[in-house]
């Protein structure tokens, strides 16, 4: 589901993909699911790295990292519509 909501969030073009890494579930956050991607080129290079977190489909959210590890974009997204 993370993937996918990155997919449509994310801006990023088609010449790279999302690959899933596997991280250490953050034990601040335990309440959010998390996950990690790499971002690869269509060369086999990684460009960048993600990191995103949902603690329930209305509250997600991303922070985009480029191959160095500097923050891109961050982004949190809380759905008003929920009640």
């Known amino acids: 589901m993370i993937q996918?909501?990155?997919?449509?969030?994310?801006?990023?073009d088609s010449s790279?993909?999302?690959?899933?890494?596997?991280?250490?579930p953050d034990s601040e956050i335990?309440?959010?699911?998390?996950e990690a991607f790499e971002i690869v080129s269509d060369a086999g290079e990684t460009v960048g790295f993600v990191?995103?977190?949902e603690e329930d489909p209305s509250f997600r959210g991303y922070v985009?990292?480029?191959s160095d590890g500097n923050v891109v974009d961050?982004?949190?997204?809380?759905?008003r519509l929920q009640s």
């Not at 335990?30 to 998390?34: E, L, N, P």
């Not at 961050?74 to 759905?79: N, Q």
């Open 4 to 12: 996918e909501f990155l997919k449509s969030t994310l801006p990023l």
């Open 16 to 24: 790279v993909t999302l690959k899933r890494s596997e991280i250490v």
């Open 30 to 34: 335990a309440v959010a699911r998390s």
């Open 51 to 53: 990191k995103a977190w």
């Open 64 to 66: 985009h990292f480029d």
């Open 74 to 79: 961050w982004k949190v997204f809380k759905d």
